[in-house]
T-cell receptor, first 111, second 109 residues
Framework: DADVTQTPRNRITKTGKRIMLECSQT?????MYWYRQDPGLGLRLIYY???????NKGEISDGYSVSRQAQAKFSLSLESAIPNQTALYFC??????????FGPGTRLTVL | GQNIDQPTEMTATEGAIVQINCTYQ??????LFWYQQHAGEAPTFLSY????GLEEKGRFSSFLSRSKGYSYLLLKELQMKDSASYLC??????????FGKGTTLSVSS
């Protein structure tokens, strides 16, 4: 079984809809991250969390919110989706030796 | 401020050696990473340098010079399956990995 899982893997939605992307991990890591990836722009950090209830903004947090209710789960929400939020979203954890482990990604399309 | 740069694209032939360079600027450096990413897939870990020098791991090696803010990834005996994007990232003061935009490597026969 994968150590970091994301659901859904693909999602098509309409402008203005609320969307939640979920991430679960079995690695026992405290630190979890959400990134988005766009062609030519690399991975950009949205939010990160060091522990349950701890939330920190990344480079591009506007238009997004997150929830860390348990060590193993970190969810990303788009309250009102817009087309420029169409991207590939990755959840990741960070080990104590600083290696980052990524989930398989969620491809989100906002029409 | 912080910044990380790497070439956008590179091409090479099977069996050759290629070096992908990365330069960075940050006030809180805590290690330099290289990841490989095939199209549509998650990045996978290749190497980690926290001290100056060369780290070798099979066909891949990574070099770091902290004083110059410079790293490179060296790929030897290139294979077609090495065609992918290679992402350079630094650990920002133990908080998060900050990634470059990636270098797309195309290997031809």
């Amino acid at each position: 079984d994968a150590d970091v899982t994301q659901t859904p893997r693909n999602r098509i939605t309409k402008t203005g809809k609320r969307i939640m992307l979920e991430c679960s991990q079995t690695k026992g890591h405290d630190r979890m991250y959400w990134y988005r990836q766009d062609p030519g722009l690399g991975l950009r950090l949205i939010y990160y969390s060091f522990d349950v209830k701890d939330i920190n903004k990344g480079e591009i947090s506007d238009g997004y919110s997150v929830s860390r209710q348990a060590q193993a789960k970190f969810s990303l929400s788009l309250e009102s989706a817009i087309p420029n939020q169409t991207a590939l979203y990755f959840c990741a954890t960070l080990a104590g030796d600083n290696e980052q482990f990524f989930g398989p990604g969620t491809r989100l399309t906002v029409l | 401020g912080q910044n990380i740069d790497q070439p956008t694209e590179m091409t090479a032939t099977e069996g050759a050696i290629v070096q992908i360079n990365c330069t960075y600027q940050t006030s809180g450096f805590n290690g330099l990473f290289w990841y490989q990413q095939h199209a549509g897939e998650a990045p996978t870990f290749l190497s980690y340098n926290v001290l100056d020098g060369l780290e070798e791991k099979g066909r891949f090696s990574s070099f770091l010079s902290r004083s110059k803010g410079y790293s490179y990834l060296l790929l030897k005996e290139l294979q077609m399956k090495d065609s992918a994007s290679y992402l350079c990232a630094f650990n920002q003061a133990g908080t998060a990995l900050i990634f470059g935009k990636g270098t797309t490597l195309s290997v031809s026969s």
